[in-house]
Nanobody, 119 residues
């Protein structure tokens, strides 16, 4: 069974920084696109940033220039560096990955990690 395990959330003041990590645990043949999403209280889940195995990235307009997504393909791990945090970045952050095992391709999600930014 494949799991995504996140870490690195917490409470930070506005203007501060955090680094989130998400590791793939279990047997995988290939991990394709990996991404971070977030869901604030009372709002829909939204894509924050994504990254391909080749390192191509995309970001939500609201985080461009402040957040940086990266990955370690050898470890099947994705990271999100959050800088210049704002109160509106407060949300539960989820990582996601498209995984291919023999005969099957599926999306896997982490359990979420809380990021709270105080003003």
């Amino acid at each position: 069974q494949v799991q995504l395990v996140e870490s690195g959330g917490g409470l930070v003041q506005a203007g501060g920084s955090l680094r989130l990590s998400c590791a793939t645990v279990g047997s995988v043949f290939r991990v394709d696109v990996m991404a971070w999403h977030r869901q604030a209280l009372g709002k829909q889940r939204e894509l924050v940033a994504g990254i391909t195995p080749g390192g191509n990235t995309n970001y939500a307009d609201s985080v461009k220039g402040r957040f940086t997504v990266s990955r370690d393909n050898a470890k099947n791990t994705i990271y999100l560096q959050l800088n210049d945090l704002k109160p509106e970045d407060t949300a539960v952050y989820y990582c996601a990955a498209r995984i291919t095992n023999p005969g099957r391709t599926f999306d896997s999600w982490g359990q979420g990690t809380q990021v709270t930014v105080s003003s």
